[in-house]
């Protein structure tokens, strides 16, 4: 704390070792006629002293919450504009008006009293009506007055002379630093100053005394106190300075702040845990490596904790017999590490981590020797452990594993402590949970692409296989119908006309099959791919159909997209020659369009013919569908199909919009032929 005299007394200057309690009160803050006052921020009177009332002539309860501006003459300067004026603290030279309506001249001295919280003002009166340097028996009586006043304040008070020796302390400094004030009058303050700041205390102060400058903030600032006891204790420091009989005093008001800090440092780890709590969930997102997870958890948790070691054990699950598996650990000791590791679940007289598995709930050891649960234990007080919290990870009836800290001192661990442990285990449960998950799914994924190839290896077999047999019955009905033409009747040839369109209806079904089963397995690679080529080649393919039923095709212009060209014409084909068909009764007109839709390209294709009822525009895309009779449309049933194959081959989605009787369309997706388009 730095406060400290200008210079050394002068010569003549009285010798205040030699005062007496009172009278040296009396010599150092009033002489007779003194009234002291305390004004709130807005110059209200919130407390007076007994010789107030006897200069004011008013009583105390009339003078509370009066402002002290109302008490001055009219051509006494306002008090407001004394404060404001200059740096407190000031002293002018007032005129008092009584409450009989005299006037008193009277010398004001004012100074301010802060902390971060509040703000006051005291002052004093200073009549000079008792001669320098004596001490009266009213001098006593207001020092006494002081001192009891100065008894009941919750805060601390210590004057020092020009020698930084210690004149007065009130009795709220044995409570707040732990020395009664015998033992600090007449000590230096170097005695409530902790060791380690002393020398930069002394050096501030031959600053101080060199330049006059102050480098702290005197009317409020934080600085850690000694204690009696050995410890520091957190203080809110006002100090001021003032002169009486020649002589400079400083006095400092302490206030013990330890609650606020407390709170402070209680706030300061709530949010530092939230922020572990919360990085920790970001990287398991972000991240599938457990082991990686389990690592930066154990080594955050000692930091955010202050503990000496953080361990993160496995347990099998469904196994209570077999003992843990440490996975991660941080400042353990290898003597701990094989302690815990070596327990059972249904053990908990000597580990830690076993305790919090078998108890299904948080176990907190503050101080192991006075812990009835831990009465026999020998391996955590051979591992030097004194206490410790130990959480489970997973499902309280059958967890993946525990997470515990240790420290090798006693410790206090309060409940956010814990709330913040458990957090931490949520999250790595809910990691290894989705590690497992994406484990199944990988699996599963794995298993249905096999499935799948084993199916497509099927159906191209068996399709493949059949194509003989259909081509056969198919070649000897032919054969039969001419051979025996002259001896068939109507009905034999037309069966025979029956069979052979079954058998060709067949064949183009195993055929379509077959084109289905081959759009992954067969497929091209893919490459840039130029639709305005690829319509191009359709059209002349369709250049018969277009022309048949004077149909009227038309696009905007269409990008160039990544994929199959084989694909991507048999596609856009099947689109066309489908909206060419399902016509109504004026020619066809269709219309390809295009637009940017997110990171790909949407094409639609819009036609006016029939429609098909909004309930139909997604069975239509599964294989052999039909929504007409042969009799009314040829077809397999498996051209969209075929499409909705080739664009999700593609990455793509394929759907339709229609309503019956007034048209579809057929939207894609396709993706660019590079990022930038």
């Avoid at 210590?158 to 930084?164: A, R």
């Avoid at 054990?313 to 991660?328: I, K, Q, Y």
């Avoid at 353990?332 to 919090?356: H, K, N, V």
């Avoid at 077999?461 to 047999?469: G, M, T, V, W």
């Amino acid at each position: 704390m730095e406060s400290g005299p200008p210079s050394s007394p002068a010569d003549g200057h009285a010798d205040h070792s030699n005062l007496s309690r009172d009278s040296g009160l009396a010599s150092l803050l009033t002489a007779a006629d003194m009234a002291s006052f305390r004004l709130d921020a807005d110059g209200r009177i919130i407390d007076v002293n007994e010789r107030f009332t006897s200069v004011s002539e008013y009583s105390r309860t009339a003078l509370l919450e009066k402002p002290f501006s109302t008490l001055l003459e009219d051509e006494t300067p306002t008090f407001e504009s004394i404060v404001d004026d200059g740096d407190l603290p000031v002293s002018t030279t007032i005129t008092l008006r009584t409450n009989s309506g005299t006037s008193l001249s009277a010398t004001l001295h004012v100074a301010s009293v802060a902390d971060d919280s509040s703000a006051e003002i005291v002052g004093i009166l200073d009549r000079p009506t008792t001669p320098a340097g004596s001490v009266s028996a009213s001098s006593l009586t207001y020092g006494r007055t002081f001192e009891a006043l100065a008894g009941s304040l919750p805060d601390g008070i210590i004057v020092l002379d020009e020698e930084s020796t210690i004149q007065y302390a009130n009795p709220a400094i044995e409570r707040i630093l732990g020395f009664s004030p015998d033992d600090l009058v007449g000590s230096s303050k170097v005695t409530i100053i902790p060791p380690r700041l002393r020398a930069d205390h002394l050096e501030a102060l031959k600053r101080y005394l060199e330049t006059g400058e102050r480098h702290l903030n005197w009317t409020y600032v934080e600085l850690p106190g000694q204690h009696a006891a050995g410890h520091e204790v957190p203080l809110g420091v006002s100090l001021n300075d003032f002169t009486y009989d020649g002589d400079r005093y400083f006095v400092g008001l302490f206030r013990d702040i330890s609650p606020r800090k407390e709170a402070e440092q209680t706030l300061t780890t709530k949010v530092s845990q939230l922020e572990t709590v919360s990085y920790l969930g970001r990287h398991a997102l972000e991240n599938a490596d457990i082991d990686a997870l389990l690592e930066k958890a154990s080594d955050l948790i000692a930091t955010a904790l202050g503990v000496d070691c953080c361990a993160i054990f496995e347990h099998e699950e469904g196994n209570a017999d077999e003992p843990f598996t440490v996975r991660s650990y941080t400042g353990c000791s290898e003597r701990l590490i094989d302690a815990e590791r070596s327990q059972q679940s249904t053990d908990d007289a000597d580990s830690l981590t076993a305790a919090a598995v078998t108890a299904r709930e948080p176990v907190v050891v503050e101080h192991l020797e006075m812990d009835d649960r831990f009465t026999d234990s020998t391996g955590l007080a051979a591992a030097d452990i004194e206490s410790g919290v130990g959480v489970t990870i997973g499902r309280f009836d059958d967890p993946w594993g525990a997470l515990t800290v240790y420290g090798s001192s006693p410790q206090e661990f309060a409940n956010h402590d814990v709330d913040f442990l458990e957090s931490v285990a949520t999250v790595i449960a809910s990691a290894i949970e989705r590690q497992r998950y994406e484990h199944r799914l990988s699996e599963t994924v794995a298993d249905l692409e096999e499935s799948n190839e084993r199916l497509e290896q099927f159906a191209y077999a068996a399709s493949h296989d059949l194509q003989e047999p259909l081509r056969m019955v198919s070649s000897y009905l032919q054969l039969l119908e001419r051979r025996y033409a002259d001896a068939l009747d109507e009905d034999a040839t037309e069966f025979i006309e029956y069979a052979v369109d079954g058998a060709d209806r067949m064949r183009e079904m195993i055929d379509g099959l077959l084109e289905y089963s081959r759009i992954d397995s067969q497929g091209e690679p893919f490459e840039p791919v130029d639709l305005e080529d690829v319509l191009a080649d359709v059209l002349t393919d369709l250049q018969v159909q277009i022309d048949q039923h004077d149909a009227e095709i038309t696009a905007t212009p269409l990008p160039a997209v990544r994929g199959d060209p084989r694909q991507l014409r048999q596609l856009f084909q099947n689109l066309l020659s489908n909206a060419i068909e399902y016509r109504g009764e004026s020619p066809p007109r269709i219309h390809i369009d295009v637009e940017c839709h997110g990171s790909r390209w949407k094409l639609s294709v819009h036609d006016e013919g029939i429609g098909m009822e909004t309930t139909d525009t997604d069975r239509i895309f599964r294989v052999f569908q039909r929504l007409h009779s042969r009799d009314e449309f040829d077809g397999t049933g498996i051209g969209l199909a075929l499409c909705r194959r080739i664009v999700e081959r593609h990455g793509g989605k394929i759907w339709a919009e229609s309503e019956l009787g007034d048209g579809a369309t057929f939207s894609f997706t396709l993706p660019p032929a590079s990022t930038e388009a």
